[in-house]
């Protein structure tokens, strides 16, 4: 069984930082995609940053700029360093990932992990 477990969340002050960390653990061949979203209060689900298995990346212009994500395949584990944090970053941040068992690609969400930027 696969599973991704997010850690780094918690409180932190506007303008302050956070370093977001997604684990992939168990029966892994390889892994694809992977990315960061977040679900703000009462709100939808957003997609945040996005990363291939070579390196390419993407952002959300709401986030462009403040954070970078990053991965290291050879510990089968994803980043998200935020700065510049606001307000409205408040969320539950989710990774999400294209993980192979064997030949088939499986789509894993992790369980989330609480940011919350206040004074």
């Known amino acids: 069984q696969v599973q991704l477990v997010e850690s780094g969340g918690g409180l932190v002050q506007p303008g302050g930082s956070l370093r977001l960390s997604c684990a992939a653990s168990?029966?892994?061949?390889?892994?694809?995609?992977m990315g960061w979203y977040r679900q703000p209060p009462g709100e939808a689900r957003e997609w945040v940053a996005l990363i291939t298995r070579n390196g390419l990346t993407n952002h959300a212009d709401s986030v462009k700029g403040r954070f970078t994500i990053s991965r290291d395949n050879a510990k089968n584990t994803m980043y998200l360093q935020m700065s510049s944090l606001k307000p409205e970053d408040t969320a539950v941040y989710y990774c999400?990932?294209?993980?192979?068992?064997?030949?088939?690609?499986?789509?894993?969400w992790g369980q989330g992990t609480q940011v919350t930027v206040s004074s």
């Open positions: 168990g029966s892994i061949f390889s892994i694809d995609n």
């Open positions: 999400n990932a294209g993980i192979a068992s064997g030949t088939t690609l499986h789509n894993y």
